[in-house]
């Protein structure tokens, strides 16, 4: 991506530490921020942009995304082709970056392809953090063959889909290996049943301790970690005991996983706004009955999970985990996080939590010299109205990546 020098004039930056504002200048140079105070004079051919009145944050990071799920039917993909595939997800990218996500982290079916044409500015989208293909057990959340189906799919590099079948320690270690080589900067497991898939329940445990094992130490050696799907405290637990890092979704946790969470410092990423959509929208946009039956009870206790993890002080990371035309309520989840979480809390977990998760605390999620300049400016205060956030296209004055203005 070109790099363009760049000083907004004026700003109220929002210190996402502490959450106070600070009256500066941000001077951006090669992509980074070079200084937040007073600039005095610019050089020539220097943009200078005045946000007198403006709010300016970090730019917003989704922690748990699809940018490959087209539609709602993950097993869809496995016969797509994957040109077409990409070529959808270049539009969902863009979508996001105007929405102000200026880094994703893709949880299941992104690649290093896609990585690589967004860095090199092909298109324009989030920074993306991959996986690659999450690993599942035969009859996982990434196994979507229904019962009446018995020929096994072969998830090679030719196939778009979000998943891979291993089953057993060797099977395992090879197929984290594998993801591992094409790059991932993290390995998603499937570590209990899910919404999409046909065949489990939601709770289900997947993985023995031994398999989940195996992967762990193949992502540690990388000196990569695991992300694992989870839903009930018998699997989440399980997880953080064996040493994977982040949980995603986690709705059923209770008081055991909280002890767990904070003993191990792992990250909790709840995805609220995907189980709100599927049960509102899903089966107008093709989720099966059966799904919807299990979006229902997820979607009611979400919300006291999140409200008794942030009471207990876990670090919470931000996602949306929506499928297809759903993504449009991306921003959704800062409103449904409001209701337990203070506006501040809610911003963290979106800037400086998930920076950690994709491990990038310093550079991303925050207004700082040495930063990366993604960088968000809105006609409102967030911390105010979350609203703002939430309906952030109503509210986008510019949105900024590496230092250059691209919406």
Known sequence: MKHVSLVLRNAQVLDVRSGDYRKADVVMNEGRIENVGVSGAVPPGVQVVDVTGKFVLPGLIDGHVHVTALNTQFESLDSMARSYVASHAISCMGKMLRR??????????????????????????????????????????????????HHRPEFSNCCAGIGRI???????????RDELRQGAHHIKIMASGGIASPTDRVDSTQYSEEEIAAIVSEA??????????????????????????????????????????LKHEAILVPTLVTHWA????????????????????????????????????????????LLG????????????????????????????HAAHLVERDGELGEVSPGAIAD?????????????????????????????????
């Open 220 to 261: 540690t050696a990388a000196n990569r970690y695991v992300a694992a799907h989870a839903y009930m405290p018998k699997a989440i637990n399980r997880c953080l005991e064996l040493g994977v890092r982040s949980i995603e979704h986690g709705s059923l946790l209770d008081q055991s996983s909280v002890d767990l969470f």
């Open 375 to 407: 960088l968000i400016i809105v006609d409102g205060d967030p911390l105010v109205d979350i609203g703002v956030l939430s309906r952030f296209e109503e509210h986008r004055v510019h949105v900024i990546q590496e230092g250059r203005i691209i919406a």
């Open 278 to 321: 599927m049960v509102t929208f899903g089966r107008d946009h093709g989720l099966s009955q059966e799904g919807w039956e299990k979006a229902v009870p997820v979607r009611e206790a979400g919300l006291e999970a999140l409200r008794l993890a942030d009471k207990k002080g876990v670090k919470i990371a931000f996602g949306s985990d």
């Open 325 to 352: 035309a759903l993504q449009q309520h991306q921003n959704y989840e800062f409103e449904l996080r409001s209701k337990v979480q203070s506006n501040l809390a809610v911003i963290q977990s979106a800037t400086l």
């Open 166 to 176: 291993a089953d057993g320690v060797s099977a395992v270690r090879e197929a984290a």
């Open 100 to 149: 102000g996500f200026t880094s994703v982290r893709d949880a299941g079916g992104a690649d290093f392809g896609l990585a690589l044409a967004q860095r090199e500015g092909l298109f324009l989208g989030p920074r993306l953090f991959y996986g690659g293909k999450a690993i599942s057990q035969t009859g996982g959340h990434a196994d979507f063959r229904r019962p009446g189906e």
